[in-house]
């Protein structure tokens, strides 16, 4: 039986990030996609605030045109990715498997 909880997490979220072109577009998509709040500093201390005390990510979160974004954002998109993985050591109950596309 799953919890009133478990019924409000997302099964799938897919962004696409291949257009993006500075961090700020890249914090803005995050943000609307992961249904960050209103406040939401637009930065990665405030992306880790949101991933691990506001928002519940989904089950799986898919990033279409990864190979792009890195190339632009080669410092943010490392950073993301270290972030959700020190996520998914720290809350293994809360897993998000990521796909990076």
Known sequence: MT???DDLRKEMVSLDVGNIQDSKEFHSLLKKELEFP?????????FWDAITG??????T?????????????????????????KF????????????YK
């Open 3 to 5: 919890s009133y909880e």
């Open 38 to 46: 209103d406040f939401y500093g637009m930065n990665w201390d405030a």
């Open 54 to 59: 506001l928002v519940e990510l989904p089950e």
């Open 61 to 85: 979160l898919s990033f279409e045109g990864w190979d792009k974004l890195n190339i632009v954002l080669p410092e943010d998109s490392q950073i993301l990715s270290s972030l959700l993985s």
């Open 88 to 99: 998914n050591d720290e809350h293994p109950s809360w897993k998000c498997n990521v796909i």
